[in-house]
């Protein structure tokens, strides 16, 4: 490798890692991101004696690496337990959980980096002097800048089937017994960490039955019992609780048929999803198609290894309503990249001279540069919902009812000391987990807060596994407004805020009375709405019940 190619490396290397850390903190301390409640609320639950989710919408692997990292921190805040209690510690979950975000967030970049990492490990064996184009067109993924700064476990998934992809590649080459455990177990954690990693199972058969030595069949069992120890050992409680699992699943499944939708519209968006990986526009969608027809005449067998374990998934997703999402053909980027990779590397020996080769580099990764940079930007742009919480906590006397959205999707409020050992007695009685973060609400309450109510949702319009929604709105103060105002007046709120990120007449029509009558008799105290550059977020109306406060 040249000193050039060193030093574009290090530049390289420097701007993914400012894409990862800038705007890592992002609309904390409220929380704007739906999934990430789930999986901290679930890592610090588990501190509470039980390792056992109460729902299995996703594998445990994440929040058992969360709840480890926890307790670390833990030890550290509180001088191993001399200076702070447990309680104390669920008191500060309750009431400044900033850090603990942002500690899953970084977290989540760092192993994201390691990703890239172990990409370009597995590149290596392909062209071991050969630029690396796989990790570099990962490092420059948007979606995985994107996911990278959210306590989520989708960069745990790709790292592990980047992985992977290591040792499948060296299954393909000589079939050793060894490769096909290794790449086996990286598969099953990268499953507990993601389901949607099941698909990646295939790359690792073909890469078997295509290897050129004929490994003896029995070693595909094994590395195939190697993916189930993985998947078991990272979410025990799937085979320890089957029957609460299985229940999970089947309400996933269940989302399928909650309304009409198209598979060849599904399909549509899942190729063009493959195409623009590395970025919309970029070299790396065209690199595919090269990459392929070069493998194809030069290298059959890895050819299918690819196309083969990128056909699986897009057949798998596009019969899954959610499946089109970007973030959900994560498991497929490190195939895709390997096989772009093939592409590129043909196109930049093939251009004459330096420039041709820079305009190349530069055709494939800017526009993932691009789009990162466009994503950090928007993190760091003043919010919406935080102007609106500003505004409330200026006009909107404490104790007040306010009825809201779903937490992401409006301000961020805390509920007064009453309403939460309201909760906790409720949720208690059920036997919710949940009266455990309701007791640390009102032991450690400061004070103040607001009589906080959430609209009352449906499955369908949030799009969404029935069971989890029942599951979430339990232990939830949620009032059902279908039939208009009357529930809200009923239980006293005074302030209705409305969010194009929740609930609208066209999303929900089963609250169009609702929205009609609130219109009617509401009166539009205050509005926020994004500014294109200069903030983002949701556009809320802020709406009046009853007698006008003062100073409003």
């Known amino acids: 490798m040249s000193r050039s190619t060193r030093w574009w490396l290090l530049a390289a290397a420097a701007a993914v890692v400012a894409l990862r850390v800038a705007g890592l903190n992002w609309g904390l301390p409220a929380l704007y ?19 056992r989710p109460v729902y299995f919408k996703y594998p445990t692997l994440w929040p058992y690496l969360l709840f480890f990292v926890y307790g670390l921190y833990f030890a550290a805040w509180s001088g191993l337990g001399l200076l702070h209690t447990a309680a104390d510690f669920a008191g500060l979950f309750a009431w400044h959980a900033a850090n ?35 990790a570099l067109l990962l490092a420059f993924c948007p979606m995985l800048n994107e996911v990278s700064h959210a306590a989520r476990p989708d960069c745990l998934m790709v790292f592990f089937v980047c992985c992977a ?26 499953m507990s960490s993601q389901y949607t990693a099941v698909f990646v199972c295939a790359a690792a058969a073909l890469a078997h039955l295509l290897c050129p030595a004929r490994p003896p069949r029995r070693r595909l069992f094994e590395g195939m019992l190697a993916v189930g120890v993985g998947f078991l050992g990272g979410s025990p409680f799937i085979a320890l609780d089957f029957p609460n699992f299985w229940a999970s699943m089947r309400d996933l499944f269940d989302l399928a048929a909650l309304e009409p939708w198209s598979r060849l519209d599904n399909f549509r968006r899942l190729l063009g999803n493959a195409w623009s990986f590395a970025g919309v526009w970029s070299l790396a969608g065209p690199a595919l198609i090269i990459g392929a027809v070069r493998l194809l005449s030069r290298d059959r067998g890895l050819a299918w290894i690819y196309i083969g374990t990128a056909a699986l998934y897009a057949a798998a997703l596009g019969s899954n309503p959610d499946g089109s999402g970007s973030r959900y053909l994560l498991g497929a980027f490190p195939g895709l990249a390997l096989l772009a990779a ?20 530069a055709a494939a990764l800017v526009p993932g540069l691009a789009a990162g940079a466009a994503f950090d930007r928007q993190a760091l742009l003043p919010d919406t919902r935080r102007q609106a919480t500003r505004w409330i906590e200026a006009h909107v006397p404490p104790g007040s009812a306010v009825l809201l959205d779903l ?15 309201e909760l906790f007695a409720r949720t208690s009685a059920a036997g919710s987990a949940r009266s455990r973060f309701y007791r640390a609400l009102a032991d450690y ?77 509401g009166q539009a105290a205050a509005s926020f709405a994004p500014e294109p550059g200069r903030s983002v977020g949701p556009r809320l109306t802020i709406y009046r019940l009853g007698k006008k406060q003062p100073g409003i």
């Open 100 to 134: 603990f975000y942002l500690i899953g967030r970084v977290l989540s970049a760092l192993i994201g980096l390691a990703a890239v990492l172990a990409l370009a490990k597995a590149e290596g064996q392909l062209r071991p002097r050969g630029a690396p184009w796989a």
């Open 342 to 361: 093939e592409g590129l590397d043909w196109l930049g020996q093939a251009a004459p001279g330096p420039w041709p080769r820079t305009a190349v580099v």
């Open 445 to 521: 309450h400061p004070g103040g807060g607001w009589r906080i109510y959430r609209v009352k949702r449906s499955a369908r319009d949030m799009r969404s596994s029935p069971r989890h929604v029942g599951l979430a709105q339990a232990d939830a103060a949620t009032l059902d407004v279908e039939g208009g105002l009357a529930g809200a007046l009923a239980a006293g709120v005074e302030f209705v805020v409305i969010s194009d990120y929740g609930a609208t007449p066209e999303r929900a029509p089963q609250l169009a009375g609702f929205f009609s009558e609130l219109e009617r008799r």
């Open 33 to 51: 991101n739906s999934d990430e409640p789930h999986f901290v609320g679930l890592a610090v639950s588990f501190g509470g004696g039980s390792l």
């Open 165 to 190: 992809w290591l040792f499948i590649l060296r299954i393909y080459r000589d079939g050793g017994r060894r490769w096909h455990w290794l790449g086996g177990l990286c598969l099953g954690l990268a």
């Open 407 to 421: 937490p992401h999707a409006g301000p961020d409020l805390p509920m007064t000391k009453a309403q939460a050992l």
